[in-house]
């Protein structure tokens, strides 16, 4: 099997939230490179039998996570989910740092171009199919074709999460639907919301070169009349509210939102979150519920789950 590593430079004070990101996307373990800790160590009375002294002549001030992900058909859009979280945290308080997320090949091979022999036209829904720009497709009379090129940062829509979601957007979208779409990558739920016949989308993403990668993904799917990309967080960017927000980012990054989440809905209004791994569902629950959301229904699939969560009429 072909491995590729992702390297997180942050802080010491966000190891542990981007650790739990990573184990949430599905790590086995991380590895964790911080000279404060050495420093640390020097001080106290603790003995080691070996510490990597390079460590401490490091050039980069801050930690750097370290974990590894098989390669296959999802890679990407895990890399997506990770990007997406960890872009999250500083809007929660935490200081990451440079935040900055790399790749690097364990192998020979030359994934920048090879990982397209895995990404074929997936029907996603009931109706919902993703194409590859590149990629030729016989539609059947009700198919609702997305076309995606989605590059190797941003994710391609055939991985679980995202699957439910847009299985989610297709049970409640109507010609009425103002909706939100939350970390939106590549735009691809804002398109399928679009393309379900949502009268608005406005889609939000921290990461400028995701916006413009929407833009342009839009822009192929003739949707720009109906949906608007901007760069910024939610509260930052969005002074209204939505009968639909969704959200496919990572289980902590949606227990952090669930504190803001209902002043964007109306009365009635539908959360529809994922990029819950199984053991977090619970946890994701209680806190929607806490913040005044109404658990509707939990969705899994593979070792994710999706959950909708609705505001009741009582709450504004």
Not at 77 to 90: C, G, R
Not at 120 to 130: A, E, F, L
């Amino acid at each position: 099997m072909n491995w590729v590593e992702i390297s997180i430079k942050t802080t010491t004070e966000a190891v542990e939230a981007v650790a739990n990101i990573l184990y949430d996307a599905g790590v086995a373990g991380v590895s964790i490179e911080d000279p404060k800790d050495i420093m640390a160590l020097e001080k106290s009375e603790t003995f080691w039998d070996y510490v990597d002294e390079s460590l401490l002549t490091a050039t980069f001030e801050g930690a750097i996570v370290k974990a590894y992900l098989p390669q296959s058909a999802d890679l990407i859009d895990k890399v997506e989910l990770i990007k997406q979280s960890v872009a999250l945290l500083p809007q929660h308080g935490l200081d990451i740092g440079l935040g900055e997320i790399t790749t690097i090949e364990v192998n020979e091979e030359d994934w920048s171009s090879s990982w397209k022999q895995y990404y074929k036209p997936t029907k996603i829904g009931k109706r919902v199919v993703v194409k590859p720009s590149w990629e030729t497709y016989e539609a059947a009379e009700d198919d609702i074709i997305i076309e995606l090129d989605p590059g190797m940062a941003f994710g391609t829509g055939t991985h679980e999460t995202t699957v439910m979601c847009a299985g989610e957007l297709e049970a409640y979208v109507n010609p009425a639907s103002v909706v939100f779409d939350i970390g939106c990558g590549s735009g691809i739920l804002s398109i399928v919301a679009a393309k379900l016949g949502a009268k608005k989308v406005i889609g939000v993403d921290l990461d400028k070169v995701a916006v413009d990668v929407s833009l342009q993904n839009i822009a192929l799917n003739n949707v720009q009349d109906v949906v608007d990309i901007k760069l910024g967080n939610l509260m930052d960017t969005i002074n209204e509210k939505a009968e639909i927000i969704v959200a496919n980012i990572m289980a902590d990054i949606i227990i952090l939102l669930s504190k803001d989440i209902r002043q964007f809905l109306v009365a009635e209004g539908i959360f529809i979150t994922s990029g819950i791994i199984l053991d977090k569902v619970d946890e994701v629950s209680e806190a929607l519920v806490s913040n005044g959301l109404e658990v509707v229904s939990v969705n899994r699939m593979g070792e994710w789950a999706a959950i909708v969560a609705k505001k009741s009429g009582g709450h504004q």
